[in-house]
């Protein structure tokens, strides 16, 4: 009896603790799943803005990152795709974690050096910049 009472017992403190850690995580929010392209990119006192992103774009080297409504990421630079992963709170991309926001059309990520900025976007949107590269 005493050895039923201690499984119970641990079995009722696995299920708390359970319970406990994922009420704890940031949920999902599926309404910012989209195509968000690169806006801007701080690093210390250096700022790369949309205008000299724009003339990359005239070559094909467009940036962007799409937020998956299933969790997963798929960060493009220039030809490159990397995949990885969301959530509520941070976006992880090949083992590297960092904090995340949206502000309307706007997603902002930071780390402990640098900030980037990404506006709201679409395929289509991505697809025609590379369409029109070198025109």
């Known amino acids: 009896m005493k050895n039923l009472k201690k499984v119970l017992s641990l079995i009722l403190l696995s299920a708390m ?7 704890c995580s940031k ?3 599926k309404k910012n799943a989209g195509v968000y392209k690169l806006s801007e990119v701080k ?3 250096q700022t790369l803005d949309e205008s000299m ?13 799409e937020l998956m409504e299933n969790g997963k990421v798929l960060y493009c ?3 490159s795709e990397i995949t ?9 991309i090949e083992g590297e974690r960092a904090k995340y ?4 059309d706007v997603l902002t990520i930071n780390r402990s050096d640098s900030e980037m900025k990404f506006k709201k976007s679409s ?3 991505i697809n025609e910049i590379l369409s029109n590269a070198g025109n």
């Not at 990885?84 to 992880?92: A, E, F, L, N």
């Open 53 to 65: 992103l724009s003339m990359q774009e005239s070559f094909g080297l467009v940036s962007y990152i």
């Open 77 to 79: 630079v220039d030809t």
């Open 27 to 29: 949920k999902l929010d």
């Open 43 to 45: 690093r210390g006192d």
């Open 123 to 125: 395929k289509e949107e």
């Open 84 to 92: 990885g992963s969301w959530d509520g709170k941070y976006i992880t």
């Open 17 to 23: 603790i359970t319970g406990v850690m994922c009420s």
């Open 101 to 104: 926001s949206v502000d309307g």
